[in-house]
T-cell receptor, first 116, second 111 residues
Framework: EAGVAQSPRYKIIEKRQSVAFWCNPI?????LYWYQQILGQGPKLLIQFQNNGVVDDSQLPKDRFSAERLKGVDSTLKIQPAKLEDSAVYLC??????????????FGPGTRLTVL | QKEVEQNSGPLSVPEGAIASLNCTYSDRVSQSFFWYRQYSGKSPELIMS????GDKEDGRFTAQLNKASQYVSLLIRDSQPSDSATYLCAVNNRGYSTLTFGKGTMLLVSP
């Protein structure tokens, strides 16, 4: 079974530029998550999708971050404009279910973003 | 504010020993608990999930959950140098599937 796919793996941009990340979840997984992981920290949830609807985006900095999952499968996360503090690894994860139990999440390889 | 606390380590154990990793959480209604292993420069890998009080064993790994004490732990028996990694504890948030992660405990297993 193929895992979660992400691209690109690495991205270097200047501050105030824009960047987009792509994620394709495990086949059949209805729920998709985007996390931000800063060095030395655990992943922090940015947004959760159930099919193509947003379940939780309470920690998404909406003035600069946006995400979509138009057809309920793959998803894009965009940052515009980027700040230095956005330098982090952006992880996509998916799970079969979206309820409070038995919702094991599986992560993709991540995109390492460096903002100069 | 939901919190998940872990000792950052590093926790150093010799090869063949038992490594014990601990995690406490603040949200009393949390229902799902997970341990992820993260090698340096890699993404988190799910190694254990536990949903009810008690122990759950999978190979060399045992997860222990005590909801009354809001405490979850991971035991690694017969530790190997390949177990050297950061171990992340994750707890679901108040009836939803979103997870809060701890900062992780670095484990170093010396040959």
């Amino acid at each position: 079974e193929a895992g979660v796919a992400q691209s690109p793996r690495y991205k270097i941009i200047e501050k105030r530029q824009s960047v987009a990340f792509w994620c394709n979840p495990i086949s059949g997984h209805a729920t998709l998550y985007w996390y931000q992981q800063i060095l030395g920290q655990g992943p922090k949830l940015l947004i959760q999708f159930q099919n193509n609807g947003v379940v939780d985006d309470s920690q998404l900095p909406k003035d600069r971050f946006s995400a979509e999952r138009l057809k309920g499968v793959d998803s894009t996360l965009k940052i515009q404009p980027a700040k230095l503090e956005d330098s982090a690894v952006y992880l996509c994860a998916s799970s079969l279910e979206s309820g409070p139990s038995y919702n094991e999440q599986f992560f993709g390889p991540g995109t390492r973003l460096t903002v100069l | 504010q939901k919190e998940v606390e872990q000792n950052s380590g590093p926790l150093s154990v010799p090869e063949g020993a038992i490594a014990s990793l601990n995690c406490t959480y603040s949200d009393r209604v949390s229902q799902s608990f997970f341990w992820y292993r993260q090698y340096s420069g890699k993404s988190p890998e799910l190694i254990m999930s536990i949903y009810s009080n008690g122990d759950k064993e999978d190979g060399r790994f045992t997860a222990q959950l005590n909801k009354a004490s809001q405490y979850v732990s991971l035991l690694i028996r017969d530790s190997q140098p390949s177990d050297s990694a950061t171990y992340l504890c994750a707890v679901n948030n108040r009836g939803y599937s979103t997870l809060t992660f701890g900062k992780g405990t670095m484990l170093l297993v010396s040959p």
